[in-house]
């Protein structure tokens, strides 16, 4: 039987976390589902069309990773896609109340559904995609926090942000 995973998040933008996550998950997978969230109460920074084309761009060299996008919710979503298994990334004790409330909140949604959860090595754990996007912005060096293919178009796109 093949086995899918859904890896949820915003990715605005896609970090060197996120593709551990992401290469770690299809080496476990069948298939890894990377969807990316399109309505959220947050604006994000890229659109749907920056933030896919990114993560497509990083995931290249993966033949059993797809990127597509999701509107509403990921519990929802998973059963839409015949999916029963999350996977999140876990960085810092800080994101576990948050993670756990989240995964709890999908299994009542979609008893099908289990989160797993896979940690960042250490030297990400500090990573995310608000301390990108702030740093970059504001002209800062990004190259260790975003895969080098997409970095100079992530920066050019910080550095000309309405
Ligand atoms: O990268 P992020 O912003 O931490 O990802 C959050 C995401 C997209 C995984 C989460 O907001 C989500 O699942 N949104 C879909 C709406 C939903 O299902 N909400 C209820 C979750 S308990």
Not at 33 to 50: D, M, Q, R, Y
Not at 59 to 77: M, P, R, S
Not at 85 to 114: C, H, T, W
């Amino acid at each position: 039987m093949k086995r899918s995973v859904i890896y949820p998040g915003s990715f605005d933008p896609v970090t060197l976390g996120h593709l551990q996550v992401i290469r770690r998950a299809a080496k476990m997978f069948d298939k890894v589902i990377v969807a990316v969230l399109i309505n959220s109460s947050k604006t994000p920074t890229f659109s749907i069309e920056e933030r896919t084309d990114l993560l497509r761009q990083v995931t290249a060299d993966l033949d059993n990773v797809e990127i597509a996008g999701f509107e509403g919710l990921l519990a929802a979503y998973a059963r839409e896609r015949g999916v029963t298994a999350i996977v999140k990334g876990l960085r810092a004790v800080s994101d576990f109340e948050y993670e756990f409330q989240m995964a709890i909140a999908n299994k009542k949604l979609n008893p099908d559904l289990e989160t797993i959860f896979i940690t960042a090595d250490s030297d990400l754990m500090y990573l995310s995609s608000s301390m990108v996007r702030e740093i970059g912005s504001m002209g800062g060096d990004i190259s260790n926090f975003v895969p080098e293919c997409v970095h100079d178009r992530i920066v050019d796109r910080l550095r000309y942000k309405k």
